[in-house]
């Protein structure tokens, strides 16, 4: 069974409107991670959020939120104000479990694309 | 600045030939470092964890006999494809994990792999 499902492959906003991207997941732990990566064109993973599964508050990293909501094993990552920078693919990802092995699961991702 | 340090960038080689990767911890000492592997416009999928004087743990469907993994100090893991064909052509990325940290996982800027 997939682990991190991303439904969305595509997506498209105007720019500076706020866009959400899709993620659930599947795990039996207690204790997990999520994660949102952004990788641009080059390649490079670039660590935008986390959120651990204690958190009681969703996490926020300036333009970026992470819509929490553990019951529906949801993850989805908000971007306010969208910038034409932001177009390159999204990948959710999740850690399982405790200690110091941050494996990581990826889901499929999502190509956004921010138009002017 | 940068905090992995990931090399070549790209490496075109002919059928049957070996490459080296390098992933190299540029500030702290990384106990474990991951490999992926990304497919066009697809996943990225853990191909092996790669663990600082001792054996790599590999990934179910994982070749070990054709990716070498070498781990041989905290800075720096080598991950090496062993007469490569076309098929294995892929983007290889690394990441490494500072500790026990939960949250970021810090990734190499990857290695476009081409096999003719």
């Known amino acids: 069974a997939q682990k991190i499902t991303q439904t969305q492959p595509g997506m498209f906003v105007q720019e500076k409107e706020a866009v959400t991207l899709d993620c659930t997941y599947d795990?039996?732990?207690?204790?997990?991670?999520l994660f949102w990566y952004k990788q641009p064109s080059s390649g490079e993973m670039i660590f935008l959020i986390y959120q651990g599964s204690y958190d009681e508050q969703n996490a926020t990293e300036g333009r970026y939120s992470l819509n929490f909501q553990k019951a529906r094993k949801s993850a989805n990552l908000v971007i306010s104000a969208s910038q034409l920078g932001d177009s390159a693919m999204y990948f959710c990802?999740?850690?399982?479990?405790?200690?110091?092995?941050?494996?990581?699961?990826f889901g499929a991702g999502t190509r956004l694309a921010v138009h002017p | 600045g940068a905090v992995v340090s990931q090399h070549p960038s790209r490496v075109i080689c002919k059928s049957g030939t070996s490459v080296k990767i390098e992933c190299r911890s540029l500030?702290?000492?990384?106990?474990?470092m991951f490999w992926y592997r990304q497919f066009p416009k697809k996943s990225l999928m853990l191909m092996a964890t790669s663990n600082e004087g001792s054996k790599a743990t590999y990934e179910q469907g994982v070749e070990k006999d054709k990716f070498l993994i070498n781990h041989a100090s905290l800075t720096l893991s080598t991950l090496t494809v062993t007469s490569a064909h076309p098929e294995d052509s892929s983007f290889y990325i690394c990441s490494l994990s500072r500790g026990a940290t939960n949250e970021k996982l810090f990734f190499g800027s990857g290695t476009q792999l081409s096999v003719l």
């Open positions: 990802a999740m850690r399982e479990g405790r200690g110091g092995y941050n494996k990581l699961i």
């Open positions: 500030d702290f000492q990384a106990t474990t």
């Open positions: 795990t039996s732990d207690q204790s997990y991670g």
